[in-house]
């Protein structure tokens, strides 16, 4: 039976497509942002100010960028040498849309991509300064829109084996015209893979946006299920599954983060489904997505995590850096 012999779980920030040296430029673009504070509670820039502790400013020189950017890139590379060295038939990729593909006439809970290919398109009508649209542009292609495989025999049986324990994920075989991947799912393609010709299967979870977003038990139950699902589909084949988003973002909140990763690797699972939604909102909404590759790699130790507290203003705005693997 197949069987999966690999979990991973990865931050998709653009700060890890940026240098360091263009981290202390975000300021530009948190200055003005609207925020959910750590409990979930709208805030300003200025308000979130007020309240950071003083010690956050210590991380905001330039050596303490450029540690914390090198100690981020040898997570991002540590999960690219597991991919490579697992020999994996196919890679499941569990992100989140920000609404790149699904908008409010129509945004699912769960989605299954079953086409045979998936485009990766260059960036497009991006509104914002040089720095952030060469961090942005990272996720995409170049010049010219490419078709990467899907493992579709695998993601049909996948819709099927859910829908047999009780999910109903939208099943989709193709993208609406001069549409891409969504960056969750590209920070993986272009990050992460160490083999372009590796099949993936695409499965979204509408982490971010009210009123549709799965419960943390679900997720949890969801990751469970694509488990079983792999367990039954024939052949011998050995897949992977990737969780791409989070950890705390953006307000790094270090204690969610820590005890995410923690919870993770004692194999808590009623502590994973117990996390407070009020703390799942925003960018932190992703940590979702750990939470169901979790779910699925649950008989996987996992024997390495990392962690770096992803700070970029004096307001603590940012994101929490956080890899972790199973196999």
């Given at each position: ?6 979990g991973?779980?990865?931050?998709h920030?653009p700060m890890?497509n940026?240098?360091?040296?263009d981290?202390?430029?975000f300021?530009?673009?948190?200055g ?7 409990d ?7 308000e979130?100010l ?7 400013a210590a ?13 981020a ?16 038939g ?7 849309d920000?609404?790149e ?8 809970a ?5 086409g045979k290919?998936?485009?990766n ?8 300064p040089?720095w952030?649209?060469?961090?942005t ?5 170049e ?22 324990r ?11 015209d ?7 799912f590209?920070?993986?393609?272009k ?12 499965v ?8 549709n ?9 969801f990751g469970?299920a ?13 897949i ?12 790094v909140d ?5 005890g ?11 502590k ?14 992703e ?9 699925a790699a ?10 770096v ?5 004096p307001?603590g705005s ?7 693997l199973?196999?």
């Open positions: 039976m197949a069987r999966i012999v690999l991973i779980a990865t931050s920030t890890l940026a240098p360091a040296e981290w202390p430029r300021i530009d673009r948190d003005v942002r609207d925020f959910l504070d750590k979930g509670r709208p805030a300003t820039y200025a979130l007020a309240r950071a502790e003083p010690s956050i991380e905001l020189t330039p050596e303490r960028f450029a540690a914390r950017h090198a100690a890139q040898q997570g991002v590379e540590h999960l690219r040498a597991a991919i490579r060295r697992a020999e994996l196919a890679l499941i990729v569990v992100g989140d920000h609404k593909l699904y908008h409010d006439d129509n945004l699912p769960f989605v299954v991509y079953h290919t998936i485009r398109v260059p960036l497009a009508g991006f509104e914002g040089d952030a649209q060469r961090a542009a990272r996720y995409y292609e010049r010219e829109a490419r078709e990467y495989p899907v493992e579709s025999g695998l993601a049909r049986h996948l819709i099927g084996e859910l829908v047999e009780e999910f109903d994920p939208v099943a989709s075989d193709a993208l609406p001069g549409k891409g991947e969504g960056h969750a590209a920070f993986v393609r990050r992460l893979i160490a083999d372009q010709t590796l099949p993936t299967v695409p979204l979870i509408n982490t971010y946006f009210p009123p977003q799965p419960t943390p038990r679900r997720c949890w139950k469970e694509i488990r079983a699902a792999v367990a039954s589909y024939p052949g011998d084949a050995r992977g599954i990737v969780g791409s988003g989070g950890l705390s973002h953006f307000v270090e204690a969610l983060d820590r995410v990763i923690d919870a993770i690797r004692r194999k808590d699972g009623a994973l489904q117990a996390l407070p939604r009020e703390k799942l909102n925003s960018g932190s909404s940590i979702r997505l750990w939470i169901c590759a979790a779910g649950q008989h996987l130790d996992c024997g390495w995590s990392h962690y507290p992803g700070y970029r203003t307001a940012g994101t929490g850096l956080g890899f972790a199973w196999n």
